[in-house]
Structures are given as structure tokens and as C-alpha cells.
């Protein structure tokens, strides 16, 4: 940080565009795939290698870094008044397969811009803030999402560090092999008292802000999600000598109950929208009976009870599944994150920065989840949108264009250099 500070900067201070699209393309390059996507998935190698650009992007930002012991890196700025609660900033950089550049990459990289504006101009709020790009948000190879956020508001046990993935390796190897100590996890927990308030700027993942021309999602709550794992157990048997009739076919049952899925959501279903995105099957042989299908099954809406009255339909209908295809099927580990509104002073915080940009606002819903939504348990969220191609995600073709995503940066500062200003007394 420089020697001399100034308290305020006044409404002029930007980040730098140009640096900011850069270590976009960067980060981008790190699990680039050959259709223009990203895969760089929590708990690899290609993650090793983002987590280290970030982590080095946060040192010439200024921060004082750490890895705490969920593998979240956090970069630290001390404040004026180190008796105030941290500001934080955040969102994750692991993506999903072949997902785009910018879903969680585009926050964090912002927030560090933001922190690197403020040390190049020599300011220092009152809070001290904190940058922080979480682990697994993505939930990789079938583990429990947002990982390390919610390791932060001490929402783990020893349950979800002696998970395996899908692929049979201990959550706690993993972690330790990202820099964190699943020994030690309750050094991640952050107190309610500890944390100001959290801001997450996100591209929007769906349609709305494209389509009606405006630059600045304001955020007002983050959808539900529970998400099931369902096992189907038929018996394996040879595809050329066993009778239809005498068969216990795993993937012919799985594919009623991917249908039942569908159906819990829409014109009759009561979620608002309900996916199978998972799938594996055993042996996965061409000429042998599926014997064993595991699967994930998403569920999302603002409702809570919504999301229990669709997994209790499920149940119902999984158990007439079995019998009828002869089959076993369990519906076990609902992990289930809820609904969480943004809050008002925030959310107006933000809308304030955005008119001071003279950039166009509209508050919106999110159907994708976020760390800010487990945040939430400790400390006011806010978070800022900005439009999204197509309203494509999770998809080689999510594109947002260079101006917003520098707007939406400009904003996330602007955000946080006027709650500092309302906030510190
Ligand atoms: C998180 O990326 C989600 O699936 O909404
Ligand atoms: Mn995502
Ligand atoms: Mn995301």
C-alpha cells in the first residue's frame, strides 16, 4: 500500500478497464478447451494453476493473501478503522465442464481490480476489505457446492470432510492438496460480528438484462436449491441371451426417473424448475444390461417448501419406479441451500452507484446459486449483475461484452466506496 492515504476519492475513481479484460483472458486460458470454453474444475490441477494466478493478482493488488483452511484465498486490506467489521468481496474461479470464462472468474477479478484501484489511488476506507476467491463453488466430481463458502459460516462437519467424490477421492486429500487443513477447518468460520457486509458482482446467466436493454442487474434475492442423489440398482446381465421380460434394467428406470424429474417442475409441478444434469452408469458396456445408475437431481425455487413437497412427490413416485422395473433405488444425501433475499441497504447502495455511472438498473431475481446466498448466514449480501449473450451459462457460448463487464467492475467499486461512506460510523 502506498505511504500517503486520502480518505476519499470523490465519484471519479475507476478501475482499470483494460487490465481487467486481460486477466479475464488470462484466467480464461487456464482449462480452455477447444470449443471456447473452460474446464477447470475445483480440485485440479488446472484450478492449481488459476488459484495461483489470482493468488499473485492480489499480491500486486496490495493485499496482504492467505489460504485459509478450506482453500479459499483471501486477500486482506487493512482499514482506517480496524474496529469495523471487513467489507468482503467475492465469487469463485473453478467452473463447471466445459462452463465459460466468466461465471465467478469475472467477480473475482473485478474485486481485485477494485482493491488495486483503491492502492494505486492511495485510498483507504474505513473498512478494512477483504477479497476472496471461494473454493468449489461448482460443486466438482459430486461434492457438496460452494464448498468453502460454506466451510466460512462454519456450516461443515466432519460428515462432508469424510465424503469421497465421485471418483472415490477423500474431500479432505483434495483440500489439502489445494493449500487448506481439513484438521483445522473451524479456523475458516467467519462470526456474524466479523463480516460488514458482502457484495458478489456475477454475469447474470440468464436473459432478462439483454433482452430488456439495461446495463445493471440490483439483485433481490438468490434462488433455492436441493440437490438429491439418487441410486438406481438393477442387475447386470448379457444384452444378447436375457429376455426383456426377466431383465432389472438400471438405465430404464433411471429414464423414468429422469422424466418424473422433469415433471416436478412446470404447469403442475410445484418447483420452479427441476434437472438431471449427472448421470453414470455400470458397467457402461454396450452388449450388458445397465446394472447400477447414479444420478444428481437439482431442484430450485425461492420456496423452501416448495423444494421438500417436490423431493416427497419424488420419493413417492421413485418407490413405484422400483417396483415396477424391478429394481432397488435410494434417494440419499439432500444437501439443500436456501433462498436468501439481498439486502435493502445494499441493494440500494447499489442502484446509487449505478445512477452515479449513469448506467440503466433493474432489480431481478437469481436462478443460479452463489456464494453471496451462504454468506447470507452471516452477513447482508448485495450482488450486481450485468447482462449476459443469449442469457447463455455454464456453456462455451456465455459471453458478456467488454463494456459491461467494466461497467459492472466500475459499479462494484463505486458500491463499495459508498457503503464505506454510509456504513463507517
Ligand atoms: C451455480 O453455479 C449454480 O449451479 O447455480
Ligand atoms: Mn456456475
Ligand atoms: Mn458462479
Known sequence: MRDSVTRRPGRTLRIAGDRLLAAI??????????????????????????RKLV????????????????????GYRPGQRQDLPVLMLGSHIDTVPNGGALDGAYGV?????????????????????????????????????MWGAHAMVGALDETDLAAADDRGRPVADLLTEMGGDPGRLDQAVWAADEVAAYFELHIEQGPVLESRNVRIGVVEAITGRSTLDVTVRGKASHAGTTPMELRQDALVAAAQVILAVRDLAGRNGPVRVATVGSLSLAPNAWNV????????????????????????????????????????????GQNSVPAVSCDLGLRDVIAAASESLN??????????????????????????????????????EEHSAGDDLIAGANVLLQSVLGYDERYAN
Not at 492502492?119 to 483507504?124: A, K, S, V
Request: hydrophobic share 45%.
Open 109 to 145: 477479478l473485478a474485486a481485485v481490480e477494485v482493491a488495486r484501484a483503491l492502492d494505486e489511488h492511495g485510498t483507504l476506507l474505513s473498512h478494512p476489505l477483504a477479497v476472496v476467491a471461494f473454493n468449489n463453488e461448482e460443486g466438482a466430481f459430486g461434492t457438496r457446492g
Open 55 to 74: 493468488h499473485d493478482l492480489m499480491v500486486g493488488a496490495g493485499l496482504q493473501t492467505r489460504i485459509d483452511s478450506a482453500a479459499n484465498i483471501i
Open 359 to 396: 448506467l440503466s438498473h433493474l432489480t431481478l431475481p437469481s436462478g443460479a446459486g452463489h456464494d453471496a446466498q451462504v454468506i447470507g448466514r452471516i452477513a447482508p449480501i448485495g450482488m450486481i449483475f450485468v447482462p449476459s449473450r443469449g442469457g447463455i451459462s455454464h456453456a462455451p
Open 289 to 332: 444390461v445397465p446394472g447400477i445408475v447414479t444420478m444428481q437431481v437439482d431442484l430450485r425455487d425461492v420456496s423452501e417448501s416448495a423444494m421438500r413437497q417436490a423431493a416427497a412427490r419424488l420419493r413417492g413416485e421413485i418407490l413405484e419406479i422400483a417396483m415396477r422395473t424391478g429394481t432397488a433405488i435410494d434417494v440419499a
Open 25 to 50: 483472458r488470462d484466467l480464461g486460458a487456464i482449462g480452455a478447451t477447444a470449443d471456447g470454453g473452460v474446464t477447470r474444475l475445483a480440485f485440479t490441477d488446472e484450478d492449481l494453476r488459476g
